[in-house]
């Protein structure tokens, strides 16, 4: 098949490798032309593990190209993906469609154009209950409500392990009524069947309300713990055996159920906040997600008060060592991690911050100012008064403990991610604080 993805970021650019790699013929088009000329080069604009090769492998195949310009790369397509971002709207909370419709606009211009009978458009990206509805009157403007479909198919990847997500999902998500629609669909996704990948094809409003709600579900599981983790603390229990505990029960899992300084990154936080306020718009009052949007903002704020207290009520004139900044492993992903809140909270009181990230130091830059960013964990632990993980990359899970105390001025390690244990810190005379324990 032909397909084309209007938007190369984070899912656009995952999506289309893998969608390449299926064998489809792909073109990720994109207005940003610095970043279509970084990928025609075989440069990847963002860091997730394992899609340089991917990208080449499909480049050097012929399977998969960038362009900027959407008329040229829509000529034969049978579908052409919407993968633009839709972050929070400044000052209210709701999701910011202007990319989507932009994007629409175009497609619809350049369906226009090319005098093509029939397209499929298909929103992969995370759009309110009722979008598509929108974008089909928008289309409809312009062309014969008979020469396309729009489809709602939210994608769930996790950076970081994007690659694997996408091409062995748990299921895939298709929101149409169209049969036309439905067998591009699953062409599109035939080469899941090897995997047995059950594929939902549902309402399109049911669709768009199934991505927000099953990251609602995974927020709320992430806050559940984090307060019981804070009770753990209160009443002297242990939350990673909490977790444990009720992890095995098969009705409850054990994903998403490791404590931590609470959820950040591209989505949850975003997605979260903008169901409640669909929900309001319908006057539905989603009290559970509610509590957890709050529960999640005061978390992260509060972290840098477990610092402050860690290291005796004060961290004025202090050198705060920190290990980690994206808002997970194995991403440069910076947006909404909880260190863009703990770092000028800790700089506010006074503390200098010497920071090491494997991947995420250029883009940190970008957000966090007065920081000295260092090229070891290391050099951001020598000479340091107190040292906080803050992300659980593996290379600090092997962080010899003997000689961070040798290098550190100060002895309290702040582990924000329960990478050690207080046990192995304190025998080798650090001062340890984790997270419910
Ligand atoms: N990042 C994730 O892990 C993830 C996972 C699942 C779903 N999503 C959803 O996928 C969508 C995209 O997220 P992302 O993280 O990839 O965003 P991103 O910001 O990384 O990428 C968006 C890209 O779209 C491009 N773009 C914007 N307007 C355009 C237009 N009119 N034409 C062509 N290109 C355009 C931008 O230049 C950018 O490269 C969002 O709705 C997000 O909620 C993201």
Redesign the pocket.
Known sequence: MKLVM????????VSGVCLADFGHEVIG????AD?VALLEAGKIP?YEPGLDTLVRRNASAGRLSFSTN?APALKGADAVFI?????SRRGDGH?DLQ??Y??AN?VAEAIEESGKDYTVIVT????PVGTGDEIETLLAKRLDRARFDVVSN??????GA?IEDFKRPDRVVVGTKSDRARAVMEAVYRPLNINKTPIVFVERRTSELI?YAANAFLATKITFINEMADLCEAVGANVQDVARGIGLDKRIGGKFLHAGPGYG???FP??TLALTRTANDSNVDLSIVNAVVSANTSRKERMADKVINACGGSVDGLTIGVLGLAFKPNTD?M?DAPSLTIVPRLQKAGASIRAYDPEAMEEAAKHLDDVEFVVSPSDAARGADALVIMTEWDEFRGIDLVDLHTIMNGKVLVDLRNVYSASRAEKVGLTYVGVGC
């Open positions: 209007v938007g190369t970021g984070y899912v656009g650019l088009v994109d207005v940003d970043k963002i959407l993968a633009v971002g839709t972050p999701a990319y989507v932009a994007a175009s992969k990206s995370t759009v939210p994608e769930f990847l996790r950076e994007a991505k990154g591209s989505c975003k997605d992903d947006r």
